[in-house]
């Protein structure tokens, strides 16, 4: 997959705060098939998600990692 072909989210993740919370949910949500990347902006508290990976992983990746998905996602670019 292309990144031209891939759908992108962004996740309001209101508890991250630290390197430590970026590193475990991108960690957690690279694992999920379908990411094509995941990048974690620790001072606007969100997760950008980029790929064909299914909503519902992506929240169960995030959950797991510790962190609870705001019910707000913005669909990007």
């Known amino acids: 997959m292309t990144a031209d072909n ?15 919370c970026q590193a475990a949910i991108e960690a ?3 694992t999920v098939a379908g990411v ?3 990048d974690v ?4 508290r969100t997760v950008r ?3 064909d990976a299914p909503d519902a992983a992506i ?7 510790g962190y609870d998905v705001a019910d707000d ?3 990007a670019g």
């Open 6 to 20: 891939a759908h992108t989210r962004i996740y309001s993740v209101p508890a991250i705060s630290c390197g430590h």
């Open 28 to 30: 957690a949500v690279a």
């Open 36 to 38: 094509e990347s995941v």
């Open 41 to 44: 902006d620790i001072a606007a």
């Open 49 to 51: 998600v980029a790929g």
């Open 59 to 65: 929240r169960s990746a995030i959950d797991d990692a």
């Open 73 to 75: 996602v913005t669909a």
